[in-house]
């Protein structure tokens, strides 16, 4: 969770490939504190990273207390001994709580098990305590190094090689309880497991109109409580920087009464295991329990979800961020001087960023210190911008004002789905129904997208008809890909029928072209002159304007999820080579992402173009492969990627070209990629950014309502709300008409080809790239492949 702070993020001279040569030094890799899902993929990236560069890469086993310990426990990695990591939980180079490390003695025994091996670029993998803990390293490594050389322990020669020590962190924690990052390793995985929970519980508690308590871990932090009740619907959460105030106990027994007159089967409540009351009296699941059973006479059920969330298969998120943080960070030892000081490597939007480490970590103190001084509000303000966003949000959603409490605004707002179906869109739609109505507008929902709006298929959606849409998958309201411009007559007069004022479409493309269409129309339809929105919401994430699109993340979990199994039907069978076709249109940001979450060797898209020469290449990738000890490969290609080089066509062509070497299968994922229950992200995003379109929506309203009636026919009263890197954007569609591809219907700037780089180093090809100003791995140029450079593979 971003906190406010000061530094130099980057440096902005251009880097080149032969500037980040890591020839003549050693790198080494350790994960501390409480495991994360992720943490392999971290150390897989920093390892393979490390090698491409030409460095020594090290793992140190067991953290902190390897290191003091050395011996076996700091051996040299190789590129086979990263293979099959990225799919799995935990930390395979493991974890240990180490006071031996705390003291001075300790210190010193870790700094001469390393100078001994000539390492001098540390990447620490944990939390904020073994991150401190890194830092006094290098803050202490010359007085070590003259204290060893004082012992006869090392020469003089030893000390001037090793007169620096680099360090850089990786933050592994499910609890995302560390300033400076949006997003630690493992916390979507954790998401994962706390929502499936859910989602199982669900069923059962409906079925016996039953209430559940969950406790989530986040002794802390409560962002793991925060988002899961967002994601879900909960009907209360209890989290350590929000404790409730004096008389909470009444006022959530009258909701759950409330919620069991209005005839809802169903209610979760989530506690995070550090939740407290304003007196700082513990909240435990059995006390609140007790208590609802002791008022209200509920059938009520206690789980402590435990390690539960700590366990299982990372999610595809969390594997694109430590391979995304593990290069970053290589590539942050490679340019440090002997006057950088420690930094930690993290995710701010959609940006990787370095930021000094110790600053992090004050900012992350500083929020326990608030909570401490019962100055609640200002721990919320320095867990971030994230972390307020959620806490507004849920919020917003969490409470059900009488209607006499409500503002009378007397606007009527729309909602329907345009496109094809995206989890995450029913999310979108409860949020944007729910926040609608507290504002005070009368919400109408259309069916199945512009099709139902000209016949008519509208009516008036209530707070209680979008209960329980958070984990629902598809689209509920129904969706449709036909654009409106053959029945903008019908569609007018059902806008005047209704007296729609404004206008709320989540979707894909189509939604896109859809109020294109309405905007151009505005010239001879009055009814179109009101604020209108779009979310993106499409597996393809292919709308302009924004980085990423509701539904996307749903789909890479599937692709990732499919990809493992498929990868693990192999694990009898020597040398298999599996093509996989993903959708996406011409976009190939599903096959991109998936292949750099999945491992896989090459990934076809229509944004690379490739020819029979770059399929020659590819398939000596693999037969060179097969002749280690890793003998599978996969192999991604987007439906559209090529005319001619169909996935028949390359199944084919790897078929007869592995012949004696390796066989090959194909698999067509298809439409299972749109189906399913939403992942947390989607929810998460899908109901943020509905929240944030209505505000956005009642706004303009208000703005454009003069004599009775409302007019807006600026280009700012038609906008996409999308995420640009860093931060929520509202942007005019006539603006983001110049940058799309209209013919192909993609975007012409697509964030997501900076991976590409990434995915092809951590297969093993030789590239040659540089580093940007952003700091993004840039550049790609394939390099033919020799039979020395393929030692081994992914």
């Not at 300790?106 to 670029?121: D, F, M, S, Y």
């Not at 944007?432 to 199945?448: L, P, Q």
């Not at 060179?624 to 090529?642: A, D, F, P």
């Amino acid at each position: 969770m971003t906190g406010t702070m000061t530094g130099p993020r980057r440096q902005d001279t251009r880097k080149f490939v032969e500037n980040l040569s890591g020839a003549g030094k050693s790198i080494a890799v350790l994960t501390s504190g409480g495991d994360a899902q992720g943490m392999n993929g971290a150390v897989r990236a920093v390892v393979r990273m490390g090698i491409y560069v030409g460095a020594k890469v090290y793992f140190i086993h067991e953290g902190y207390q390897g290191m003091v310990d050395g011996g076996d426990n700091i051996k040299e990695a190789t590129w086979e001994s990263v293979s099959s990591m990225l799919q799995v939980g935990g930390t395979v180079i493991g974890s240990a709580r180490c006071k031996e490390f705390r003291t001075h003695e300790g210190r010193l025994k870790a700094a001469h098990n390393l100078v001994q091996r000539g390492i001098t670029n540390l990447c620490v993998i944990g939390g904020d305590g073994s991150l401190t803990g890194a830092n006094l390293f290098k803050e202490e490594w010359s007085g070590l190094l003259n204290e060893l050389l004082e012992q006869g322990l090392i020469d003089e020669e030893a000390v001037r090689r090793n007169s620096v020590l680099h360090i850089v962190g990786m933050v592994g924690s499910i609890d995302n309880d560390f300033c400076g990052t949006d997003m630690t390793i493992g916390t979507d995985s954790a998401l994962h497991r706390i929502i499936e929970v859910v989602d199982a519980i669900m069923t059962t508690a409906q079925s016996h109109q039953r209430t559940f308590v969950l406790e989530v871990m986040g002794r802390h932090c409560g962002y793991l409580a925060l988002v899961s009740a967002l994601a879900c619907g909960a009907d209360w959460v209890f989290f350590p920087e929000m404790p409730p105030e004096d008389g909470w106990e009444d006022n959530m027994c009258q909701k759950l009464s409330e919620n069991r007159a209005d005839k809802k089967r169903l209610n979760i409540i989530i506690v995070a295991e550090g939740a407290i009351d304003c007196r700082n009296k513990a909240i435990t699941p059995d006390y609140i329990k007790d208590l609802v059973v002791g008022r209200l006479g509920l059938d009520t059920r206690v789980t402590i979800l435990g390690h539960v969330q700590r366990g299982g298969t990372p999610s595809a998120f969390d594997r694109i961020l430590a391979s995304r943080m593990g290069v970053e960070a290589v590539v942050a030892l490679l340019e440090a001087s002997a006057d950088t000081p420690a930094c930690v490597v993290s995710l701010v939007g959609n940006e990787a960023v370095r930021l000094p480490l110790m600053e992090c970590v004050q900012i992350t103190q500083e929020v326990q210190k608030a909570m401490d001084e019962k100055n609640f509000d200002e721990a919320v303000r320095l867990r971030g911008r994230s972390f307020e966003h959620n806490l507004s949000t849920y919020r917003l959603l969490a409470s059900r004002k009488a209607d006499s409490e409500l503002p009378n605004s007397s606007f009527n707002v729309a909602v329907l789905n345009v496109g094809a179906p995206a989890a995450g869109m029913n999310a979108a739609v409860r949020s944007a129904v729910r926040v609608g109505i507290t504002e005070g507008h009368k919400m109408f929902a259309v069916n199945d997208g512009f099709e139902g709006f000209h016949k008519g298929q509208i009516k008036e959606i209530k707070w209680g008809d979008v209960g329980g849409w958070t984990g629902q998958g598809g689209s509920l309201l129904g969706t449709k890909r036909t654009l409106p411009g053959k029945h903008l007559d019908k569609i007018a007069e059902q806008m005047r029928i209704h007296n729609i004022n404004a206008l709320l479409v989540i979707g894909g493309f189509e939604a896109f072209e859809s109020l294109l269409e309405l905007y151009e129309a505005r010239a001879h339809y009055q009814e179109f002159c009101i604020p209108m929105c779009i979310l993106p919401a499409t597996i393809s994430n292919n709308v302009p304007g924004t980085d990423h699109s509701i539904g996307a993340d749903t789909s890479l979990n599937a692709i990732v999820e499919t990809c493992d199994r498929i990868k693990q039907s192999a694990s009898g069978t020597k040398r298999r080579v599996f093509i996989i076709e993903t959708m996406g249109g011409y976009c190939g940001y599903l096959a991109t992402v998936g292949g750099l979450a999945a491992g896989a060797d090459a990934v076809y898209i229509f944004e690379e173009p490739f020819d029979i020469r770059d399929l020659q290449t590819n398939v000596e990738h693999l037969t060179h492969k097969m002749k280690t000890s890793i003998q599978r490969g996969l192999v991604l290609r987007n439906e559209n990627c090529n005319e001619n080089f169909t996935t028949d066509f390359i199944y084919q062509l790897y078929s007869e070209e592995g012949r004696g070497v390796f066989d090959c299968r194909k698999n067509i994922l298809g439409h299972m990629q749109q189906g399913g229950a939403p992942s947390p992200f989607d929810r998460n995003f899908g109901t943020k950014v509905a929240a944030k379109a209505i505000q956005w929506i009642t706004r303009m309203l208000k703005e454009s309502y003069k004599g009775g009636i409302v007019f807006a026919n600026s280009e700012e009263s038609v906008c996409l709300l999308g995420m640009r890197r860093r931060a929520m954007v509202f942007q005019p569609l006539a603006q983001l008409q110049g940058e799309t591809d209209f013919v192909h219907r993609i975007p012409k700037d697509q964030w997501w080809l900076k991976l590409r780089p990434v995915m092809k180093i951590l297969a093993k090809y030789k590239i040659d790239y540089d580093v940007s100003e952003s700091g993004q791995l840039e550049h790609v140029t394939q390099v033919r492949p020799k039979e020395s450079d393929f030692s081994a593979c992914i």
